[in-house]
């Protein structure tokens, strides 16, 4: 079968790491890409020989394309995703898939008018150790699933907070840093539902304000399966663990200081906590580790599939054979909607000082 054809708009920070990511598979080829910043584009040609657009309006028209991945600012997301879909482009979007619920709404309805797919970034579904989690809980290896949790606590200090500009959150909006409930915890939120196999019913949380005085933030979910999920971030302290207590990172990706190599010590690697009626799974995504403990003890699961940020290639792939083979969409554009819906819950619980339903 002959590779789908993609383009990327976008090439900063994860646009480069998906567009390097492809490179790998057999599945897809990069046959063009947009880019504002002509060096940043010049660079990416030169290296992955694909056909360099300064505009990307001008290259959904006149490109022959199977896929358009957006890789653009958050703001962004919905210009560019219905454009591609009113060129009849189907799209691959990255997380968040808009910075509010009706522009998302808008995004999908735009996609659904022109008859092509809207497939949602949500890669930690692709990530080997969570989904080797997510089997065991299929197959009732921890029984029902009670509590969920992450926490990144930690930092260099207020001047080490990497803050998201106004190019993807805009002013006065939801935003804040990198590893903020926002832009991080918005992975999480899809996870928890999927690992659970429920949806949010009720909210409680406090996330920062883009342009504001940045605040320690969290989120409380309650799923209609009676499972809790919590989630917690502060990146502007410094963190408490103690020597000895990381581990080598077998994959690449973020933590609370910005974007890890693979094969580096961690001290603090990022993990989910997941916590059942009759075992417990502690998940180190990034750093590709599985530990499964119950009665039996603690042991330490095998994993297959690509680690980080082989993770990018399998979601395309993904999305290939649902486009090509017909196959059943594995995260549409709906699964970025009910996440920015919980979201947007949470921000609205704050102000109302109480608990929220989300639907």
Not at 147 to 171: S, W
């Amino acid at each position: 079968m002959a590779k789908l054809k993609v383009a990327i708009v976008g090439l900063g920070g994860v646009g480069a790491i998906h567009l390097e990511a492809y490179r790998a598979s057999r599945a897809v080829e990069v046959v063009a890409a947009a880019e504002i910043d002509p060096a940043r584009l010049q660079a990416a040609q030169a290296r992955h020989d694909f056909k360099a657009y300064a505009d990307y309006k001008e290259m959904l028209t006149g490109e022959s394309i199977d896929l358009v991945v957006v890789a653009t600012p958050v703001s962004t997301h919905e210009a560019v995703t219905i454009a591609a879909a009113k060129a009849g482009h189907h799209v691959l979007c990255e997380k968040p898939l808009a910075v509010e619920v009706a522009q998302a709404k808008r995004m999908i309805k735009a996609c659904k008018a022109a008859g092509v797919t809207l497939f949602y970034g949500a890669t930690y579904r692709q990530l080997p150790a969570l989904r080797a989690a997510r089997d065991l809980v299929v197959q009732g290896a921890i029984g029902e699933v009670r509590l969920m949790r992450e926490q990144e606590v930690g930092g260099t200090g207020p001047e080490g907070r990497q803050i998201m500009g106004f190019a993807h959150y805009p002013q006065g909006g939801p935003g804040g840093s990198g590893f903020g409930l926002v832009d991080h915890g918005i992975h999480l939120i899809d996870a928890f539902g999927w690992l659970s196999r429920s949806t949010v019913e009720t909210v409680f949380g406090r996330g920062n304000i883009s342009g504001a005085d940045a605040f320690p933030e969290y989120l409380l979910m309650n799923f209609r399966s009676g499972a809790l999920g919590h989630l917690l971030y502060e990146d502007s302290t410094f963190p408490t663990s103690l020597p000895g207590e990381g581990m080598f990172s077998w994959g690449a990706g973020w933590d609370i200081n910005g974007y890890v190599p693979p094969g580096l010590w961690q001290s603090a690697p990022g993990c989910i906590h997941v916590h059942g009626s009759r075992g417990a799974l502690r998940i180190f995504h990034y750093a590709n580790a599985l530990f499964l403990t119950d009665k039996d003890g603690t042991r330490q699961i095998e994993l297959e599939g690509r680690p980080a940020p082989g993770h990018f290639a399998a979601q395309v792939e993904s999305c290939a054979r649902s486009i090509q083979d017909g196959a059943p969409v594995e995260v549409p554009g709906e699964a970025g909607l009910a996440a920015l819906e919980v979201l947007e819950a949470a921000y609205r619980s704050f102000e109302e000082k109480r608990m929220v339903t989300v639907r």
